[in-house]
């Protein structure tokens, strides 16, 4: 069996899987030598042309010379970029990119000066340099690979693993591109100079060309470069390849020249192999033994809208319009100027962009070269892109996933893997863009990872800190904990003896500021306690102590003139009047009879010091009542019970003014009752009240009962008594009914209007005597000052108005629909009118 070394040198081809054989159509750019262009005046050179992000060393206004490096930069990948030409850098600014998106990238901009005057080179021989020396001029001169994918030549070349096999690419497989068959035609020594460049720095087994079977031409060249060149001829060979669309790509051509397939995720050099395209080894040893930079290549510029098609030497930076303008562009309508092939290119959107060092092509095809775009369609699923991916992946599975932007799942079919060839676009009968949604999904994919990539380096450098305030911390622990160490050690007995006492001192101060602390907290919840619970014990003793002596004090009035009682109150013929009183607690119990006690003391000194005369009603068909309903509620708040104290107390007042000066008399048919009382207080408690408010009520009467009773010595009143009647004599009669809550603004409503009517009463009977004779079947009651509050059967304005002497007003507050304050008011203003009008007839009456 032969070995892998002795199958190379037998030439021995292995079958790649998939690929396609597209026209080749290179004859249009191949039939004549590379040639140089113009001197063009404006270039435009990208700043990140390749690898990591480089920083501009120049400025604006800078004069520059050819191949002077216009970047710095660090990092394993970075690549420096040169100055294509000798003149002035006129702008750094943002300028778009010679790439799909078109996105603007910074850029510097040189202003040709026409000398195109090199910077100083240097010149070397190879056995000179040592390897470091000949990778840091390779870097330096900023090579990348010129086959298109352009990743820096220094990193391929200084691999990890030991290599065995060496592979020049020469194949050229996509369709228009003759770039490296001219430049293996014309200058195959140079490329046997950067082979052997190559070969010193890896020490290969075997170099291998790969040249395909189209290219006849180059293979003959290269074949007889060997023969020039240095190298052992048993060391090198040109292997001729069949020719097929993409063969020319690097796991591909590993796979035909050596049998082996490089694993998913893997690099050629974890095999023993690398691989160079003829451009780079021809850039390498112009680098290493002239001293050049790279500042051009060569471009092929075809197309049939090309008139002068061929293959050019171009400065990196020149714009593509300067470019296709050198060589008579002719653009049609829609003219679609695409960079590299047909296969793996992308068209641009705007040609003001620069040649880049992978750009190896720049085609400008007719509309009959290249058919029109057409409407994406659906999937019809027959497999063909599968058979004619040479990446044996799964290009429907792939599309369904970028399509729907699952891009997780698209990398599961290792996507990575896609060498972009578009052999699947090329075979779809639906004409779907495959290689577009492939180069998509791996953008996203890229920006995924670099965004993880950055997420790691923000949390490791997050940890960093973390540890590094946590050393601090620790170390100023230690120093601190090193330092009163050695103060203790330093220390003397009688150091060590205060020092002890007084952190004895410390420790019982901050014990007893600590209890200090804790009374101060405690002793005043508990005095405030204290405080309340006295007050409102004092205010309860004291309002007890008021009701006890009120009581002892009526009680006393009440037992001098308990016969005087006996001898005054008079009950009708037909039965005696029956005040029934609701059931009540006991404290409510004994203010009624405190109340009652009161009322029998006041009506036995009117008795005593008046002499009843006679009263007559004038009107014997209407009642001659002067009613004032007021209701309280069950349950009032102190506010409310002030206010009807204050209420009483005004009533009284002005009823005992109206005593003094008027006499009033009434005469009473038979079959009549008329009912005279000095003072008499009902007091209804059907709804309970607390104990606050029944002390108010007992304090209210017992001011009303002094005053009445100041009254009734002054205020003779006579009462006349029929057959079959019984007449008591009242100054003041009030009936307090708290079966429905009213609020505070009614009460004062209601004072306001008793105040008016107790007045205009006083002033009416200052001046004009009333009588009358009442008919039979009628009731009259008559008194000095009458105030009846009752809402169980409220009078109404028709009974008001027909009254002829005595105004009288009626509020009912007890109805069901309780009345509001407008009403009160007007209520109030009705009363007031009426009390006007009546004084005004008294007046006119007397004169």
């Not at 943002?94 to 195109?116: F, K, R, W, Y």
């Not at 809208?305 to 050198?326: C, E, F, S």
């Not at 008594?721 to 004062?748: F, G, H, Y």
Request: glycine content about 4%; charged content about 25%.
């Amino acid at each position: 069996m032969l070995t892998f070394l002795e199958q190379l040198d037998k030439g021995t081809l292995w079958h790649s899987p998939g690929g396609i054989h597209p026209p080749e159509l290179k004859t249009l750019s191949n039939q004549t030598a590379i040639s140089s262009l113009p001197l063009l005046s404006r270039f435009i050179v990208p700043v990140p042309l390749v690898g990591q992000q480089a920083t501009l060393s120049v400025k604006v206004g800078d004069k520059v010379l050819k191949g002077q490096r216009l970047t710095d930069g660090v990092g394993f990948t970075y690549l420096p970029v040169h100055s294509p030409s000798s003149g002035t850098v006129v702008a750094i600014e943002q300028h778009t990119s010679n790439h799909p998106s078109s996105l603007p990238v910074l850029s510097c901009i040189i202003e040709a000066d026409g000398q195109d005057t090199w910077c100083e080179l240097e010149a070397n021989q190879l056995e000179q340099l040592s390897k470091t020396a000949i990778l840091e001029k390779i870097k330096q001169a900023g090579i990348a690979g010129m086959g298109g994918a352009a990743f820096p030549s220094h990193v391929k070349l200084n691999p990890a693993s030991e290599i065995d096999l060496v592979i020049i690419n020469g194949v050229e497989c996509e369709p228009y591109i003759s770039a490296d068959d001219r430049l293996m035609r014309e200058h195959s020594d140079e490329i046997l100079a950067g082979v052997s460049i190559i070969e010193h720095l890896l020490n290969p087994q075997r170099i291998v060309i790969a040249i395909e079977d189209n290219k006849p031409e180059a293979a003959q060249a290269m074949q007889s470069a060997i023969t020039r060149s240095s190298l052992p001829n048993d060391m090198v060979r040109v292997t001729v390849i069949p020719t097929k669309y993409p063969s020319g790509g690097e796991k591909q051509l590993i796979q035909i020249i050596t049998g082996k397939e490089v694993p998913s995720g893997a690099i050629p050099s974890q095999l023993g192999i690398v691989m160079h395209n003829v451009g780079t080894a021809y850039a390498i040893q112009d680098a290493v033994l002239h001293g050049k930079p790279l500042i051009e290549r060569v471009v092929t510029l075809t197309g049939e809208r090309v008139d002068k098609p061929g293959n050019y030497w171009l400065r990196i930076g020149t714009t593509v319009a300067d470019a296709l303008g050198q060589v008579s562009f002719k653009p049609e309508r829609s003219q679609k100027v695409i960079v590299g092939g047909p296969m793996m290119g992308y068209a641009l959107a705007d040609l003001d962009v620069p040649i880049l060092k992978g750009t190896n092509c720049l085609l400008a095809p007719s509309k009959a070269e290249i058919a029109p775009d057409q409407d994406e369609k659906a999937c019809i699923r027959c497999g063909e892109c599968a058979i004619a991916c040479p990446a044996l992946l799964l290009p429907q599975q792939l599309f369904w996933h970028a399509k729907a932007e699952e891009y997780d799942k698209a990398a599961s079919f290792n996507l990575k893997d896609c060498i972009e060839c578009g052999c699947c676009s090329y075979v779809c009968p639906s004409d779907i863009p495959l290689v577009e949604y492939y180069r998509v999904a791996k953008s996203a994919l890229k920006n995924s990872a670099e965004e993880k990539v950055q997420a790691e380096k923000a949390k490791l450098r997050f940890e960093t800190r973390l540890q590094r305030l946590e050393d601090e911390k620790n170390a100023r622990e230690e120093k601190s904990k090193q330092a009163a160490a050695k103060r203790q050690a330093n220390m003397k007995s009688g150091d060590k003896d205060a020092v002890a006492a007084a952190m004895a001192r410390i420790a019982a101060k901050k014990a007893q500021d600590a209890t200090i602390g804790s009374d101060a907290v405690v002793t005043p919840s508990i005095n405030t306690e204290k405080v309340a619970i006295d007050s409102s014990n004092t205010k309860k003793a004291a309002v007890s102590a008021a009701i006890e002596r009120a009581k002892a004090k009526k009680a006393a009035l009440a037992a001098q003139s308990q016969q005087s009682e006996q001898d005054t109150v008079v009950s009708v013929t037909d039965g005696s009047a029956d005040e029934s009183i609701d059931p009540i607690n006991g404290k409510k119990a004994q203010i009624a009879a405190a109340v009652a006690r009161a009322k029998a003391k006041k009506a036995a000194l009117a008795n005593e010091s008046t002499q009843p005369d006679s009263m007559a009603v004038d009107d014997a068909n209407k009642p001659l009542n002067e009613t004032n309903t007021t209701e309280t509620a069950a349950p009032g708040d102190d506010k409310k019970a002030k206010i009807a104290a204050a209420v009483a107390k005004a009533k009284a007042k002005k009823a005992a003014l109206a005593n003094e000066s008027a006499p009033t008399s009434s005469k009473l048919d038979s079959d009549k009752t008329t009912k005279a009382s000095t003072d008499a207080e009902v007091i209804d408690t059907s709804a309970p009240g607390d104990d606050k408010k029944a002390r108010i009520a007992a304090a209210v009467a017992k001011a009303k009962a002094k005053k009445a009773a100041l009254a009734n010595e002054s205020a003779p009143i006579s009462a006349v008594l029929n057959n079959n009647t019984t007449i008591q004599t009242s100054t003041k009669v009030e009936v307090i009914d708290t079966s429905d809550p009213i609020d505070d603004k009614k009460a004062r409503i209601a004072a306001a209007v008793a105040k008016a009517k107790a007045k205009k009463a006083a002033l009416a009977n200052e001046s004009t005597p009333t009588s009358s004779e009442p008919d039979s079947d009628k009731t009259t009651e008559t008194s000095t000052d009458a105030e009846v509050i009752d809402t169980s059967d409220p009078v109404d304005d028709t009974v008001i108005e027909d009254k002829i002497n005595t105004p009288s007003v009626v509020e009912d507050l007890n109805s069901t629909n309780p009345v509001d304050d407008k009403k009160a008011k007007i209520a109030a203003a009705v009363a007031k009118a009426k009390a006007k009008k009546l004084a005004n007839s008294a007046k006119q009456e007397e004169q």
